[in-house]
């Protein structure tokens, strides 16, 4: 380490040049911004005015010496940090699940805003629930008695934890929902089926970056170019069998795949919508008996 102090001025002067090899100006200074806040357990928006007369302490300032060389080789900072903030309540997260994104913030708000309709503690049964962030607010912000299946035994592990500190009831299911032996495992007359399933082609690999290809589970993320719709095809199925009534399934897509996904689900029910994100992209599907 060749920091000239552990005064703030003198950490961010010199790992700012160093991030700066690998990042733009400002997403730099952004990652470092939170990087430090996080380990000097500082407010983010303070730390302008405060880098004259704060110090850190050795180990915090080796907290952050090692997540500037995790930034370096490209390892998101939501896995450095092992947290992250979904629809304002924190997740732990590590390697083993995906990092939530903003656009499944946006799926959670869609539900949340047209659950007038549904009962008053809804059956909610989530698929692929990763950290749990989608059960885990939709248990809470509809009071609903809510189910959610994952393969990977140590997303479940997360995701248990995850409920466990935002105060959550979510039963949490570890099978493989493509193996339809398993379903009998599964919850029946749901009101709400919500997924974010695998849905990234491994050809468009080609547009993405390493903190994502690198870092990732590959498993989370993308499906084999011959069979795209695999999951929403077998979710089609599940739901026809095994939704309410008055059911409704809320799915975030793959806007390159808007219409073929849209057709999997014509065929079995009369009410399907595609619904576009902030960034006008066809990113939901909504689809109702
Ligand atoms: C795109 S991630 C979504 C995670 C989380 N719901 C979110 O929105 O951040 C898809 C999840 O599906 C899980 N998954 C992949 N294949 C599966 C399968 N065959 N059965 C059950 N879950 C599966 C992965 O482990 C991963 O957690």
Redesign the pocket.
């Known amino acids: 380490m060749k920091v000239a102090s552990n005064k703030l001025s003198d950490i961010y002067k010199y790992y700012l040049t160093n991030l700066l090899r690998v990042y733009s100006d400002n997403e730099g200074a952004i990652l470092l911004n939170r990087l430090i806040a996080f380990f000097a357990e500082i407010d983010s928006y303070k730390i302008p005015q405060m880098l004259d007369d704060v110090r850190v302490s050795e180990s915090q300032l080796l907290k952050i010496h090692f997540g500037v060389k995790d930034l370096l080789k490209h390892k998101p900072l939501e896995y450095i940090l092992e947290e992250v903030e979904f629809y304002e309540m924190k997740f732990k997260v590590n390697q083993n699940?995906?990092?939530?994104?903003p656009e499944?913030e946006e799926l959670v708000d869609l539900i949340w805003k047209n659950s007038s309709s549904s009962p008053a503690k809804p059956k909610l049964f989530?698929?692929?629930?990763?950290?749990g962030?989608?059960a885990i607010c939709l248990s809470k912000l509809l009071n609903a008695d809510t189910y959610a299946?994952?393969?990977?035994k140590e997303?479940i592990k997360i995701a248990k934890q995850n409920a466990t500190t935002n105060c959550a009831e979510v039963k949490f299911i570890e099978?493989?929902?493509?193996t339809v032996a398993n379903w009998k495992y599964l919850p029946k007359k749901i009101d709400i089926i919500v997924s974010?399933?695998?849905?990234v082609r491994k050809s468009e690999k080609l547009l993405m970056k390493p903190n994502v290809l690198d870092y990732e589970?590959e498993?989370?993320?993308f499906v084999d170019d011959e069979n795209p719709l695999i999951?929403y095809k077998a979710i089609a199925d599940f739901a026809f069998k095994n939704l309410s009534e008055k059911g409704k399934i809320y799915l975030?897509i793959n806007e390159f795949l808007a219409v073929e996904t849209a057709e999997v689900f014509k065929s079995l029910y009369p009410k399907v919508k595609l619904i576009n994100d902030l960034n006008g992209k066809k990113r939901f599907l909504l689809v109702e008996k």
Not at 97 to 101: A, C, K, N, Q
Not at 126 to 131: A, L, N, T
Not at 196 to 199: F, I, L, V
Request: with cysteine; hydrophobic share 35%.
């Open positions: 699940v995906l990092i939530p994104r499944t989530d698929i692929g629930s990763g950290s962030c989608i299946v994952d393969c990977s997303a099978t493989d929902f493509l974010n399933p695998p849905y589970p498993k989370a993320i999951f975030e």
